[in-house]
Structure formats: structure tokens, C-alpha cells
């Protein structure tokens, strides 16, 4: 377990854990809610697909430090941990390419479609 953890007791520690998973359920909720309002059309752009991925990321990176906490050290956490950090770096490293694509006025798509 990280140092972090092991001071905390008490309400603090229920505390703690109560934040992690609202974190996880936030970014599972996200995903689900925008394709259903959006009737998929997320998929249509870019930046839509980019907004998936990143709260996928954030889920998966979410889920990888609650494993290890509970779990503590298991066999393969470290290619869990790892794959987690490398989904989460190439997510956010894809936003700035995004954004200088449409500050070109270049976008992947051939047409922009609006989201609800």
C-alpha cells in the first residue's frame, strides 16, 4: 500500500476510499450517459472520441491505484499500473494535436457534425 494510505484511519480512510470510487463511477457514468444522450454520435468527431478515451483513461488509471491499495502486491499489478499510465499519457497527449489540427482549420473529418 502507498504511505499515503496506511496514515489514514478511521473515518478518513472510509473517507478516502468513498472518494475513489465516486472518482470511478464518475468516469464510468460519463461515457454511458454521453453516448446515450448523443444516440452515438460521439463517435462522429474527433474530439467526441477523444472525450470517451479520456474518461475511459481516467476510469482505468482510477481503477489501477484502488487495486493496488485493496489488493496490495499482486501478480501482473505492475503491467496493470503501467498499461493504466500509458493509456492516460497518450489520451492527454492526443488533446494538443486535436487542438493544432483545428487551429489549422485541418480537421480529420470531412465534415464537423455537432453533439448534443
Do not use: N
Not at 29 to 46: C, I, K, M, Q
Not at 50 to 68: E, F, N, P, T
Amino acid at each position: 500500500m502507498s504511505s499515503f494510505v496506511e496514515s489514514l484511519g478511521g473515518p478518513l480512510l472510509w473517507l478516502w476510499w468513498a472518494f475513489l470510487v465516486l472518482g470511478v463511477l464518475g468516469s464510468v457514468s460519463f461515457p454511458v450517459l454521453y453516448h446515450v444522450g448523443s444516440r452515438g454520435a460521439w463517435r462522429l468527431t474527433e474530439m467526441g472520441r477523444h472525450l470517451m478515451a479520456y474518461s475511459a483513461a481516467v476510469g482505468v488509471a482510477l481503477g489501477a491505484y484502488i487495486s493496488r491499495v485493496a489488493l496490495g502486491d499482486y501478480p501482473g499489478r505492475t503491467a496493470v499500473m503501467f498499461g493504466a499510465l500509458v493509456f492516460l499519457v497518450f489520451v492527454v497527449c492526443w488533446r494538443p494535436v486535436i487542438y493544432l489540427r483545428v487551429r489549422k482549420g485541418k480537421p480529420r473529418e470531412a465534415g464537423r457534425h455537432e453533439l448534443v
